[in-house]
Structure formats: structure tokens, C-alpha cells
């Protein structure tokens, strides 16, 4: 899998490379600021951007609008942003074309090596992956609402890892009980939502993101 | 070695070039006058009767409306003629006038706002007394060199047909040789005397108008001592907030570090005869370095939020906005970003004031609108909530009052019982291009 680096901090920048390149992810490029982002992404096309959102030459989000600008020229690229800090106004720009394709975590995230190697696979796949304090955000915004309240304490937390963009199999890891129950949680979430229900993990992510208003 | 040609062509041309210059300073202290004369009749006296009308007028109702539309364009001329006093003379006049109170001014507060400032009345003043004074020194600065252009060109004529008189030789009754020659020196001592002459008269003409138009000692002393007090509270919050930021990363993330680096240290001796303590050890050494950047995170937000730092004002505003449990309509209308710390500020006080919304309101929505005009930021925030709110009690409101002051900005609320409340604030600054300025910081 071909992958993009964008990351101004020579430490980090060499961690990731080093960090993919060890997960079998072939680094075709590692730049460290915002023009040479967008001319890597439009000339590799890879099969993934792993950016970071402040860049060079101005300090602010020169990498997310890189990043932003590169999807628009090549509809549906895989990014992944990271950053030190998750802003929801960040997040909506990100998913506002609903292709997915789309991840944003935090750089802390990239401690826990197997589940930011797994969160990069997701996005290359077309999947999303959004931060836990994304997620979060989302849910608290939206707790006074009815419908939500409606969830089961069991059922807000599957809603959060689906929110997350995890598939049915890896909430089920996570929280240590069968796919199988995993599904019938989703499917009363969706019920109870007033979702329509999808087979497809990616569709499904992106409704329940939908309806949080990310 | 140069040629004698070459050096007269030299000296030739530098004498061309400095008469050109003289001739340039004539025409400009010509046009200065003229232009003080112009307005000192058309404007000044004109504004002056008008004001003494409307002042007249109030108690049938008529001045109420129409005395803060005159005194607002004695203002607007005044601000012109400080503007040219430091452009033409070098005389800096301060803006004397006091700040107008914020919020939307009712006609009658308007109007109490206006006449209560000494500098208007020091203004109405100026406009009737530079009349004369703008007449006779605008013909000193402007009429010298006409006057001695005509003894140049026009007197000696007259004199020939012996029927014209000019300057001291209107007295004579035989205008011969002197009345010829005579006009043609003194015209052009006259003309040579106005390159300097006319600046300095146009310059006690600014001297003249710094003596109504600056603010008065009284002004100045009341606004010093207003700086001494919003100095000395802005010193002592930063103060604090230093000391605040040096406990929370004393106790906080540096203690944490410590703990991490004891972990990792023990876990590398563990490594060879029990690897199982060494990984366990490895995994609370990730747990906590994730707890010391979340610290750390929260501490650089309450310090300066990095997306105001890459957005502005707009889009960290926004940002908040988000992330709040009640619905915000927020409209933005910047051109530009206001210089850094006036930005932070505004910020702070915006995010304090929507917190205040959460916390106290009882609000379901809320609005906020910020725009620029006439130098200042205006930040108005509004909710659907039960009221009361009092800036005298909350600790919270005399912060912002207190981060506002620092920037000679105010505050204003609403909030009769059972709402709305509405809270205005003002921050006066300029606004920088669209550029988004650098900063060294990285994310």
C-alpha cells in the first residue's frame, strides 16, 4: 500500500515512516510542508495521506486545506489528518463530501501502534476513522436529545465505536461479546434512530455521522 | 577631471531644480491657505450657526435629534484638520473626545453622551473662533507670494500708465523709476520670503487649532489614571495566570513525565528475567504519556486555542460553537484579523460569555454576531434564557470586564428577569489584511 507522509517535525515524520514501513506500507513520499503536500498527493495519487494538520510555510491548517484541496482535484483520495488537538468544525470540513475515505485522530493515537495501523488500513479502504474525543463531542452535543436518550447505556457506547467508523467485527473485539450481539445492538440503534438500516459498514458509518450533524 | 561646461550645465541644473522645489513650497502653502480659508467660511460658519440653532431647538424636540448630527460633523471636520496639522505642520492633536458608551444609543443618551464631553463644547469653540484666525493667517500663508508675484508682473505696468497703486507706493502721486523698479523688488523679496514664511504660518494655524482640539489636561490625567488602573489589574491577571499555568505543569505534566521515565527506565532493567512486569510496565507508561498530553492539551486551549491560531477569530468562534450543548447561530463578518492579542482576548471573552449561556441561561438557543466598523470590533452575544444576569455578581463577567479594559474595551448588558439577554461588547482595534499571520508554533 502506497502511502503519503505530511509532517513537519523531523521526529515524528521519521517515526511514521518508520512505524508504516515496519507494517508492510511502502512510503513513497514524506514532505514536510503544504505546496510540496499538494503536489506529492496530485502526483503519486497513493493509496493513502497520512497529513498533519499544521504546516509550514504559515503555521496554521495549510495541511488539512492541502489535504482538502488534493481530494477535490482527485475525488474520494484517502487522507487520514492528525493532529494535536480535534476540532468538530475540522471534522465536518473533512467528511462534508461523504465519500468516506475520510480519518482525523489525534497524534497521541499513534501510540497505541496496532489501532492507528488499523485506522490507517480503514481509511485506505474507503472507511472512516474518527477521534474517540470527536466522538465524544458528538455525543455530548446531542445527549439532551430525545431519541438519544432513548439508547441504552450499552447501545450509546456501540454507537460511539460505529461513530468511530469501526466495523460490527471490531466493536465486537472490542467490547468482548459476539458479532452477532454487536448487530442486534446496531440494528435496535438504527430502529430506535430511525436510520435506514445498510449491510455496507461504510454507508452506515457515515448515516450515523449524518444524523450526529458532524 | 571635469570640464568647466560640464560644471555650469551641473550648477545650472541644480539651480532649476531648487527653484522648482521653492516653487512647489509657494504653491502648496498657496493652496493650503486658500483651503482653510474655503472651509473656515463654508464649513465652520455654517456648522457653528447650526449648532447654536439646534442647541436652541431642544426643548422643542427638533435639537434632540438634529444637535448630535451637527456636533458629529464638527467632529468629522476637527478630526480633518488634526489629520492636515500633522501632515502639514508636524503638530500631533490627540483625539480628545470620550468613548461612546456601547450598545445602541437612544437619541436623548446620544445626546447626553455628546454634550456631557468637554471636548465637544472646546470643538464648537474652534469652529467659530478659527474663522478669523484661519482668514488672516491663511492670507498670510496663501496671499504673500500672490501678492508679490503681482509687484513682479502687474504693479510695474500700472505704474508706466501711472493710474495703479501697490503695496507702500499707493501713497505716492509720481510714479516714476521707484514705482517701476520698486514694486519688481519688494514683489519678489515677498515671494522669496513666503518658501518660509508660509509654513510657519500655516503652522500657527496648528498651533492655534491644538489649543481647542487637543484634550485637555483634565482628559489626559483622567485617562492616565484609567490606564494606571486597567495596567495594574492586567498585570496582576497575567501574574496569576502564570502561576496558574506553572502549578498545573508542575503537578501535572512534568510530574507525570517523571513517573513515565521511572516506568520505562524499570521496564528496560525488567526486559531480560520478566518480561511479562516489563510489558505491563510499558503499557502504563503509554497510558500516562496519553493523560500528560491530554493535560497538556487543555493547558495550551486556556492558553491560546490552536485553531484561533490557525483560523482567526471567525473560525475558532465557530469551532466553540460546535462543540456546545445548545444550538449557536454565529455570524461572522471580518475583512481582516485584529492584531493577536486584541484577537485572544476577544476570544476569551466570547467563550467566557457563551459559558456563562450554558451554565446560567437556561437558554435552547443562542446567537452571536461579530463585525468591525468605524475601529472597533463589535461582539454581541444573545440568548433565549430566563435573564438576570449581573455583571456586578459574576466573577466570571468582571474577568472579561477586566480582559476588555486591558484593551480600552467595553461591555454592556441586558437582562431584564425572564430574558432575553443581550451582552455587547466593544473592543476598539484595526484590522489587519485577509494574510494570515506566521507563527512558530506547530501542531
Same mark, same amino acid.
Given at each position: ?10 521526529? *515524528? ?51 488539512? @486545506? ?10 474520494? !483520495?484517502?487522507?487520514?489528518? !492528525? ?30 501502534? @496496532? ?32 431519541? !438519544? ?9 456501540? *454507537? ?13 473485539? @472490542? !467490547? ?7 448487530? @442486534? ?30 | ?32 491657505? /486658500? ?28 435639537? /434632540? ?57 472646546? $470643538? ?111 498585570? $496582576? ?47 502504563? &507508561?503509554? &497510558? ?20 484561533? &491560531?490557525?483560523?482567526?477569530?471567525? #473560525? ?9 450543548? =445548545?444550538?449557536? $447561530? ?8 485584529? $492584531? ?36 472597533? =470590533? ?8 430566563? #435573564? ?54 506547530? #501542531?
Amino acid at each position: 500500500m502506497r502511502v503519503v507522509i505530511a509532517e513537519d517535525l523531523a521526529l *515524528l515524520r521519521d517515526g511514521l515512516i518508520r512505524l508504516l514501513g515496519a507494517f508492510g506500507f511502502e512510503v513513497v513520499e514524506a514532505v514536510d510542508n503544504g505546496p510540496s503536500l499538494l503536489r506529492a498527493l496530485t502526483t503519486h495519487r497513493p493509496d493513502v495521506a497520512v497529513v498533519d494538520v499544521r504546516l509550514p510555510p504559515t503555521f496554521t491548517d495549510e495541511g488539512l @486545506k492541502a489535504a482538502l484541496e488534493a481530494r477535490r482535484e482527485i475525488p474520494g !483520495l484517502p487522507l487520514l489528518v !492528525l493532529s494535536q488537538h480535534v476540532e468538530q468544525l475540522y471534522a465536518r470540513e473533512l467528511l462534508s463530501d461523504s465519500r468516506g475515505g475520510i480519518g482525523y485522530l489525534l497524534k497521541d493515537r499513534v501510540s497505541d501502534v @496496532k489501532v492507528f495501523v488499523e485506522a490507517v488500513r480503514r481509511v485506505a479502504d474507503g472507511g472512516t476513522a474518527l477521534d474517540p474525543d470527536v466522538v465524544a463531542q458528538l455525543l455530548t452535543r446531542h445527549a439532551r436529545e430525545e431519541p !438519544l436518550q432513548r439508547l441504552t447505556p450499552r447501545e450509546r457506547e456501540v *454507537l460511539g465505536l460505529m461513530a468511530e467508523g469501526r466495523s460490527n467485527a471490531a466493536i465486537a473485539g @472490542k !467490547l468482548f461479546v459476539t458479532e452477532k450481539a454487536i448487530s @442486534k445492538h446496531t440494528n435496535s440503534i438504527f430502529g430506535k434512530l430511525g436510520l435506514p438500516q445498510s449491510e455496507d459498514d461504510n454507508r452506515r458509518v457515515l448515516a450515523v455521522l449524518a444524523y450526529l450533524g458532524a | 577631471m571635469e570640464t568647466p561646461t560640464e560644471d555650469q550645465v551641473s550648477e545650472r541644473q541644480r539651480v532649476v531644480e531648487l527653484l522648482a522645489q521653492y516653487a512647489r513650497r509657494v504653491y502648496t502653502s498657496f493652496l493650503r491657505g /486658500v483651503v482653510q480659508i474655503v472651509l473656515a467660511f463654508t464649513v465652520n460658519l455654517p456648522l457653528f450657526i447650526l449648532a447654536v440653532l439646534s442647541l436652541v431647538f431642544i426643548p422643542l424636540g427638533v435639537g /434632540v435629534v438634529l444637535t448630535p448630527v451637527v456636533f458629529q460633523a464638527i467632529r468629522t471636520i476637527a478630526n480633518q484638520q488634526r489629520v492636515w496639522a500633522a501632515e502639514w505642520s508636524g503638530v500631533q492633536i490627540a483625539v480628545p473626545y470620550r468613548p461612546e458608551p456601547p450598545g445602541g444609543l437612544g437619541p436623548f443618551a446620544r445626546l447626553r453622551w455628546l454634550l456631557a464631553d468637554p471636548a465637544s463644547w472646546r $470643538d464648537l469653540l474652534w469652529t467659530f473662533v478659527s474663522i478669523p484666525v484661519a482668514l488672516v493667517l491663511g492670507i498670510l500663508a496663501g496671499g504673500l507670494a500672490v501678492y508679490g508675484l503681482e509687484g513682479v508682473l502687474v504693479a510695474p505696468w500700472f505704474a508706466l500708465f501711472g493710474t495703479f497703486g501697490w503695496g507702500p507706493f499707493w501713497m505716492l502721486d509720481d510714479y516714476g523709476l521707484l514705482g517701476l523698479v520698486g514694486p519688481i523688488v519688494l514683489g519678489a523679496g515677498m515671494v522669496a520670503a513666503s518658501v518660509p514664511l508660509g509654513p510657519v504660518f500655516l503652522k500657527a494655524l496648528a498651533l492655534f487649532g491644538r489649543s481647542l482640539l487637543a484634550p485637555t489636561r483634565g482628559a489626559l490625567t483622567e485617562r492616565v489614571q484609567r490606564l494606571t488602573e486597567t495596567r495594574s489589574e492586567t498585570v $496582576d491577571a497575567s501574574a496569576a495566570e502564570l502561576r496558574r499555568i506553572e502549578r498545573d505543569l508542575h503537578d501535572g505534566a512534568q510530574a507525570r513525565l517523571v513517573a513515565l521515565s521511572m516506568n520505562i527506565g524499570l521496564a528496560e532493567e525488567m526486559m531480560k528475567h520478566d518480561p511479562e512486569t516489563a510489558r505491563q510496565l510499558l503499557a502504563e &507508561a503509554r &497510558a500516562a504519556s496519553g493523560t500528560a498530553l491530554t493535560e497538556l492539551r487543555d493547558l495550551v486551549r486556556g492558553i491560546h486555542p490552536p485553531v484561533l &491560531a490557525e483560523r482567526g477569530l471567525d #473560525g475558532a468562534v465557530r469551532a466553540l460553537a460546535l462543540t456546545l450543548p =445548545l444550538p449557536v $447561530d454565529v455570524h461572522v463578518d471580518l475583512p481582516g484579523r485584529p $492584531d493577536a492579542p486584541v484577537e485572544s482576548a476577544a476570544y476569551f471573552a466570547v467563550a467566557e460569555m457563551l459559558a456563562n449561556v450554558v451554565k446560567h441561561s437556561g437558554a435552547r438557543r443562542a446567537w452571536l454576531q461579530i463585525e468591525h466598523s468605524d475601529g472597533r =470590533l463589535l461582539m454581541i452575544i444573545g440568548d433565549d434564557g430566563t #435573564g438576570g444576569a449581573d455583571p456586578a455578581r459574576g466573577s466570571g463577567m468582571r474577568g472579561i470586564e477586566r480582559r476588555l479594559a486591558a484593551f480600552d474595551g467595553t461591555m454592556a448588558v441586558t437582562s431584564p428577569p425572564g430574558g432575553p439577554t443581550v451582552v455587547t461588547m466593544e473592543l476598539p482595534c484595526a484590522l489587519s489584511s485577509p494574510k494570515i499571520s506566521p507563527s512558530s508554533e506547530t #501542531g
